[in-house]
């Protein structure tokens, strides 16, 4: 039903691999594992994939949720809000959407959602100025990140490195700053995805050693969710690819898509 309901290049095994990530994750207790599945007579009709997380934020932890992959048959549409609607019932949970069908919008809107983030900056940080004494260190499943940073970055670095993206660690001096990135390709260009940072701030006072980094791997170029031109950075802003949260007033910020669909499943960006 998944690989009939997107698009081409999400087959069977891109689902199955999904799934296992998805069985893989420390969901918090009480909520699904998965999602929801709407059936008739036995049969999958629709569903909704959703990603729930215990985020570190001070000493209070809370929820979120990535509401992932919605999809109901032609003939079930009807009921496609209902199927939201279960979705949305573990409360506080903030919710957040980071690939809207144009078709759902409508839904989303009635539903509670408001928007985060517009547009994006395509970036190239390698052209920013590169402040001395600044290095960079990989951080992949053999090589863990030391003490330095708090124990939920330490695991989120780690992790995101096990599901295939680039994470990284900027020293400078004795502070350490962490950094997540999911790779691809636009228009035949390797290109990373910032998925973590400590904010956007902190990405551009980096970005000359973290661009130089990714472009001598040949990666020259950085996309970042934005909702304006980033000071500081040399790069092109453009509307589109919006994201939307519904939720308590801890509202998501660009800069932060960890234990998002496009790190956990490999979603095109």
Known sequence: MLSRGFRKDTTRHFWVSAF????????PSGLPQYGYLLESGGVPVGVILLIFTSVADGNAPRIRC????????????????????????HKPATYFN??????????????????????????????????????????TPQILPGDELTPFERSLLRTHAEYGCLSLICHAG??????VFALGRKRGLLCA????????????????????????RGIPLVILDANAPI????????????????GPP??????????????????PF
């Open 231 to 246: 000071p500081g950075l040399i790069g092109v802003y453009s509307d589109g690819h919006p994201k939307y949260f519904n």
């Open 174 to 179: 004795h502070d350490c700053h962490p950094f």
């Open 98 to 139: 980071v690939s809207p069908a144009p078709n759902t919008l409508a839904i989303l809107q009635a539903q509670g959602y408001k928007q985060f983030s517009r547009g994006r900056v395509v970036a190239v940080p390698a052209l920013s100025p590169r402040a001395r004494g600044y290095r960079v260190e990989t951080v």
């Open 250 to 267: 801890d509202q998501p910020r660009p800069g932060d898509l960890s234990y998002s669909e496009l790190a956990m499943f490999g979603v």
């Open 66 to 89: 990535n509401v992932s992959s919605w999809y109901v048959d032609p003939e079930y549409r009807a009921f496609a809000a209902m199927l939201i609607s279960c979705a949305l019932k």
């Open 193 to 216: 995805y910032l998925i973590y940072c400590r904010s956007i701030e902190n990405f551009v006072r980096f970005a000359g050693t973290l661009g130089r980094f990714l472009a001598w």
């Open 20 to 27: 296992r990530r998805l069985s893989e994750h420390p969901t």
